[in-house]
């Protein structure tokens, strides 16, 4: 079996590549969403936590699921929570802590949920 030096090289690069496109979603949700940062945290990690779910569940290529988690891991950043959170009075903290965790929890499930079926479609097989 002949396997390629190269290929964790590769496999590193697509991760930094996700891993920088993540984190300017991250930014620009927050941009665009400046008054709303419960909202925009809940949506960007539901569809990041999604992605990851997805990513490790589905049977794709390696450098395919190394860029669709690091850009995951990126947007859906516990370091942007923690950095909002110590601002804000206690209960605002600690509501935004919980919700991110119940968001990125629920989401990554479906997201794995979609995984597995998607490598489990019957029409896919048929096209082959």
Do not use: Y
Request: net charge positive.
């Amino acid at each position: 079996m002949v396997t390629s030096q190269k290929a964790p090289v590769r496999e590193l690069a697509w991760a930094v590549v996700g891993g920088c496109a993540g984190s300017l979603v991250r930014h620009g949700v927050d941009l665009t969403w400046p008054g709303h940062p419960l909202k925009s945290m809940c949506v960007v990690t539901a569809v990041a936590a999604g992605i990851a779910g997805f990513a490790l569940a589905a049977a794709i290529r390696a450098p395919a699921k190394a860029l669709m988690l690091a850009a995951a891991g990126a947007a859906a950043s516990i370091s942007a929570v923690a950095a909002r959170s110590a601002s804000a009075l206690p209960a605002a903290a600690l509501l935004n802590l919980v919700v991110f965790f119940v968001t990125a929890v629920s989401s990554a499930l479906l997201g794995m949920l979609l995984g597995f079926s998607f490598s489990r479609n019957p029409q896919r097989d048929e096209r082959r």
